[in-house]
């Protein structure tokens, strides 16, 4: 079991900056990967950004140069600095790990933390 609390959310102005954190109820060491997913209203789930196997990041290419995924192995935590922000980047902005268990993996999901860009 992992239990992730995602935080750092809020209203900004376009062109401000934002830094999310989430937190993992274990070492993230233990956790295969770990990533930020956002939904927008009316829309799907989308990944923003995210470590995969060997740490890699990878970002979607609407926030490459703009957002900055990093983590914190001694307080298990994962960060999305955002900066230049968009009013398309206003959503519900999830934290999300991925623990491989057996033949699969399990997939995990924070509570959200709302975004907001007024333009």
């Known amino acids: 079991q992992v239990q992730l609390v995602e935080s750092g959310g809020g209203l900004v102005q376009a062109g401000g900056s934002l830094r999310l954190s989430c937190a993992a109820s274990?070492?993230?060491?233990?956790?295969?990967?770990m990533g930020w997913y956002r939904q927008a209203p009316g829309k799907q789930r989308e990944l923003v950004a995210s470590?995969?196997?060997?740490?890699?990041?990878n970002y979607a290419d609407s926030v490459k140069g703009r957002f900055t995924i990093s983590r914190d192995n001694a307080k298990n935590s994962v960060y999305l600095q955002m900066n230049s922000l968009k009013p398309e980047d206003t959503a519900v902005y999830y934290c999300?790990?991925?623990?491989?268990?057996?033949?699969?993996?399990?997939?995990?999901w924070g509570q959200g933390t709302q975004v907001t860009v007024s333009s």
């Open positions: 999300n790990a991925g623990v491989v268990q057996g033949l699969g993996v399990h997939t995990y």
């Open positions: 470590f995969g196997s060997g740490g890699i990041t």
């Open positions: 274990r070492s993230i060491f233990s956790i295969n990967t």
